[in-house]
């Protein structure tokens, strides 16, 4: 039995097989179109809310110890 998959674009199902060029997407089309969301930033993982984001030239900088 062939694993069937939703294409994440468009939702059309996609047999996971070798012959599956795009897998998991249906298409390239679909494929280019979801590279193009992250991209321009349309998709974004979630962020650990205790963990602060500081931005700025110093944020990578070691503390400096007197």
Same mark, same amino acid.
């Given at each position: 039995?062939?694993?069937?998959?939703? &294409?994440?674009? &468009?939702?059309?199902?996609? +047999?996971?097989?070798?012959? +599956?060029?795009?897998?998991?997407? &249906? +298409?390239?089309? &679909?494929?280019?179109?979801?590279?193009?969301?992250?991209? $321009?930033?349309?998709?974004?993982?979630?962020?650990?809310?205790?963990?602060?984001? $500081?931005?700025?030239?110093? +944020?990578?900088?070691?503390?400096?110890?007197?």
């Amino acid at each position: 039995m062939v694993k069937t998959v939703d &294409c994440p674009h &468009c939702g059309k199902p996609v +047999s996971w097989t070798p012959d +599956s060029r795009w897998r998991p997407f &249906c +298409s390239e089309r &679909c494929r280019l179109i979801d590279l193009g969301d992250w991209l $321009e930033e349309r998709h974004r993982l979630a962020a650990d809310d205790e963990a602060p984001v $500081e931005d700025g030239p110093d +944020s990578m900088a070691a503390p400096i110890q007197h």
